[in-house]
């Protein structure tokens, strides 16, 4: 079965490529990421920005197709990544890096063309505190979490209790903005990655940052119903079907949402059920 072509609204694992490594850039669109991000924030430095721009610029023109994660409105690079990305065909969007007010996200749609999505990477203190009215700016497609920057601005551990205040403030702010949920920071040690995609699950999140295409699997396999989870959410809405929708409890119709997400799900990601379906009542 072809892979599908996951719209970045449901995206779940993000790719982020060095700008200044253009030969990865082929090898990042043949993974399995959702989506690609090249970056031309905090994985080039200040001396290569010039070159990165201008490879992530060539490509882009040549019929190929990613997101671009551009440096901080606050930073004097922010300006020249605009004006350099405005009139680019292959640009899918941007990522905003250290998003700390809607005037960011503002400021950033007024030098691009008009209806380009912008993914607001939320990254310190200050973001958090405004992630309320950065969801709420139009221009706004997408909330991202740098729990990197985020750990040292704030000098938190890595202990995810630590971290567990500022996810729910992202995920909340996303969901009362009527926003795709937010993307989760990456996790650097593979062996962790696992657990690290089902925590974000468990928060509340739908997408996964990865600085790895070896990583795009397992945070899609993470980020996704289980083949059993489809099989049940297929016996679940038959059987409600077949009883015509006899309702025998106050859980019949969460069940019932539940089970038609999980449906939407497996046909956007292309899962299949396992062929021996499992017992919908007691799942």
Known sequence: MPRPDISPVIARSWLLVPASRPELFQIAQESEADAIIIDIEDAVAAKDKAQARDDTVAWLSSGHRAWVRINDAASEFWSTDCAALKDVPGLEGVMLAKTESSSHVHDTA???????????????????????????APSTFRIAFGTGDFKRDTATGEDPVALAYARSQLVIASRAARLPAPIDGPTLSTDALADGTRL?????????????????????????????????AHAFVRAFEESGGKITDGSDLPRLARAQKIQTQARDFGIQAEAAELDSLNY
């Open 200 to 232: 974000a699950k468990e928060m509340g999140m739908s997408g996964k940052l990865c600085l790895t295409h070896t990583q795009a699997p397992t945070i899609n396999a993470g980020l996704a119903p289980s083949p059993e989870d489809v099989a049940w």
């Open 110 to 136: 007024d030098r691009l063309p008009e209806g380009m999505r912008i993914l607001a990477l939320v990254e310190t203190a200050r973001g958090v505190l405004h992630v309320e009215q950065i969801a709420n």
